[in-house]
């Protein structure tokens, strides 16, 4: 058996921000009991066990550098900030489809069974709780496991008495809810949307407009669990769960897991801005065969996960400053279903840029990836961070977590402001709140204090 997991001891800062300590059981609801949710559930147990290790975590490999270089200051994150230790968290979630975790996670294929086999005793006991379900907005799959309601509004109550359940069955003293549901057929906000008020009204009348994933964030809210949404659906990011986030001290952030071809451009996109480099276009294109990749078929789903994907140059490059370079760019973006690849998606992309004098250049990526295996430590991240600004008075009120956008494609901001994409400053913007809620020095690599 591994050994347990310590939480963090370090010294604190008399500036640092109050963070309440990690004590007790975190409870970690999942609406979407698929790839990902299995394999972040399935890999949790296995590091528990000491079968593998969590690979891709900043949370539990990562360092964060404390003062000037000189001093050698560079503990690992999960030392640095008090998070929830992995033999604290306890898991339930909502499906369409019936099947208990192990049984999710051998149908989506992504972990050999050697591995599932191990932690099956495990995995075999999360069975499930019925799923909000709107074929309007996931037209291409359907299931069983559903909730009846006389309204949506009864639908976000049945929903809140899971959470309930939950939590006290569980044990469980802190909650939070991560979106892990299929992408959902792309809205724009309504009338229904602007202000809770507006939003309970629209609840209770049905209205077409209030999607599945809004429920349960609606319903997170109100019991003051924060909810992370990993797909590029509203959810969220509407002034009413903005309103709902700061009344109940619950925060909120998203949108879409930064994974597999978004992950290379907001790797490729800032260097080749840093150094001046032209583009004249970027076509990207994916195959994968699992779930998402069924519901990405749909033109509606698509659709929303299209505008997610092609926000991403647009930020970075910012061409309204840098016109003769970025001006006009194209930027193609498809999704194609094809099930023989199951999870392990291959993303083609096709970049043509320019330097120097104007010459034209290529450069050619084929990323064969494993989707959930790249998003699995991305939902442990997040589930663990929202969790630490909820315990703390400086994070907990203020709404929007956009120091994490470095986890999302489409990170939420207050409306007015525009997203940070470039990986490198949110992971800077990252560090630098943690810093700060432990009264360290931010670090602004300036470094001329070494040479005075």
Same mark, same amino acid.
């Given at each position: 058996?591994?050994?347990?997991?310590?939480?963090?001891?370090?010294?604190?800062?008399?500036?640092?921000?109050?963070?309440?300590?990690?004590?007790?059981?975190?409870?970690?609801?999942?609406?979407?009991?698929?790839?990902? !949710?299995?394999?972040?559930?399935?890999?949790?147990? !296995?590091?528990?066990?000491?079968?593998?290790?969590?690979?891709?975590?900043?949370?539990?490999?990562?360092?964060?550098?404390?003062?000037?270089?000189?001093?050698?200051?560079?503990?690992?994150?999960?030392?640095?900030?008090?998070?929830?230790?992995?033999?604290?968290?306890?898991?339930?979630?909502?499906?369409?489809?019936?099947?208990?975790?192990?049984?999710?996670?051998?149908?989506?294929?992504?972990?050999?069974?050697?591995?599932?086999?191990?932690?099956?005793?495990?995995?075999?006991?999360?069975?499930?709780?019925?799923?909000?379900?709107?074929?309007?907005?996931?037209?291409?799959?359907?299931?069983?496991?559903?909730?009846?309601?006389?309204?949506?509004?009864?639908?976000?109550?049945?929903?809140?008495?899971?959470?309930?359940?939950?939590?006290?069955?569980?044990?469980?003293?802190?909650?939070?809810?991560?979106?892990?549901?299929?992408?959902?057929?792309?809205?724009?906000?309504?009338?229904?949307?602007?202000?809770?008020?507006?939003?309970?009204?629209?609840?209770?009348?049905?209205?077409?407009?209030?999607?599945?994933?809004?429920?349960?964030?609606?319903?997170?809210?109100?019991?003051?669990?924060?909810?992370?949404?990993?797909?590029?659906?509203?959810?969220?990011?509407?002034?009413?769960?903005?309103?709902?986030?700061?009344?109940?001290?619950?925060?909120?952030?998203?949108?879409?897991?930064?994974?597999?071809?978004?992950?290379?451009?907001?790797?490729? !996109?800032?260097?080749?801005? !840093?150094?001046?480099?032209?583009?004249?276009?970027?076509?990207?294109?994916?195959?994968?065969?699992?779930?998402?990749?069924?519901?990405?078929?749909?033109?509606?789903?698509?659709?929303?996960?299209?505008?997610?994907?092609?926000?991403?140059?647009?930020?970075?490059?910012?061409?309204?400053?840098?016109?003769?370079?970025?001006?006009?760019?194209?930027?193609?973006?498809?999704?194609?279903?094809?099930?023989?690849?199951?999870?392990?998606?291959?993303?083609?992309?096709?970049?043509?840029?320019?330097?120097?004098?104007?010459?034209?250049?290529?450069?050619?990526?084929?990323?064969?990836?494993?989707?959930?295996?790249?998003?699995?430590?991305?939902?442990?991240?997040?589930?663990?961070?929202?969790?630490?600004?909820?315990?703390?008075?400086?994070?907990?009120?203020?709404?929007?977590?956009?120091?994490?956008?470095?986890?999302?494609?489409?990170?939420?901001?207050?409306?007015?402001?525009?997203?940070?994409?470039?990986?490198?400053?949110?992971?800077?913007?990252?560090?630098?709140?943690?810093?700060?809620?432990?009264?360290?020095?931010?670090?602004?690599?300036?470094?001329?204090?070494?040479?005075?």
């Amino acid at each position: 058996m591994a050994k347990r997991q310590k939480h963090a001891t370090m010294e604190v800062s008399p500036s640092a921000s109050e963070i309440k300590p990690a004590k007790g059981k975190l409870g970690i609801m999942i609406p979407g009991m698929g790839a990902v !949710a299995t394999t972040f559930v399935a890999g949790v147990e !296995a590091v528990r066990k000491g079968f593998a290790k969590p690979i891709g975590s900043l949370t539990q490999m990562g360092t964060i550098r404390l003062g000037k270089r000189t001093d050698a200051r560079s503990p690992k994150i999960k030392e640095f900030v008090p998070l929830a230790g992995l033999d604290d968290l306890v898991f339930t979630g909502w499906d369409i489809f019936e099947d208990d975790m192990y049984s999710a996670a051998s149908k989506a294929g992504v972990l050999e069974k050697e591995l599932l086999d191990k932690v099956k005793p495990f995995l075999s006991k999360i069975k499930p709780r019925k799923a909000v379900f709107d074929r309007n907005y996931v037209k291409l799959i359907d299931g069983p496991n559903v909730k009846k309601g006389k309204n949506k509004m009864d639908l976000a109550e049945q929903v809140r008495d899971d959470i309930r359940e939950f939590r006290k069955s569980s044990g469980a003293s802190r909650l939070v809810t991560m979106w892990c549901g299929s992408t959902e057929s792309y809205i724009e906000p309504t009338a229904a949307h602007q202000s809770v008020k507006a939003f309970e009204k629209a609840l209770t009348k049905n209205d077409a407009n209030i999607a599945p994933s809004m429920i349960y964030a609606y319903a997170s809210l109100k019991e003051g669990v924060p909810f992370a949404n990993g797909a590029p659906n509203l959810t969220v990011d509407l002034p009413a769960m903005r309103e709902l986030s700061r009344e109940n001290n619950a925060p909120i952030s998203g949108k879409d897991f930064k994974t597999g071809q978004t992950l290379i451009k907001t790797i490729l !996109a800032p260097g080749f801005k !840093a150094r001046m480099i032209g583009l004249n276009g970027w076509f990207s294109t994916n195959i994968l065969g699992n779930r998402d990749g069924e519901v990405l078929e749909d033109p509606g789903s698509f659709k929303t996960k299209e505008e997610s994907k092609l926000s991403v140059l647009e930020h970075i490059l910012q061409p309204g400053l840098y016109p003769e370079l970025y001006g006009n760019f194209t930027h193609k973006v498809r999704i194609n279903y094809y099930p023989p690849r199951g999870d392990n998606k291959e993303g083609w992309d096709n970049i043509d840029i320019f330097g120097w004098l104007g010459y034209p250049m290529q450069i050619k990526v084929d990323f064969l990836c494993r989707d959930s295996i790249l998003a699995a430590p991305i939902v442990l991240d997040l589930v663990l961070f929202m969790d630490l600004a909820a315990r703390s008075t400086e994070l907990k009120g203020i709404g929007i977590q956009e120091w994490l956008s470095f986890y999302f494609k489409s990170p939420m901001t207050l409306p007015g402001l525009y997203p940070e994409h470039d990986l490198f400053i949110q992971l800077m913007k990252l560090k630098n709140t943690l810093r700060h809620l432990r009264g360290e020095e931010l670090i602004t690599h300036l470094g001329l204090e070494y040479y005075d």
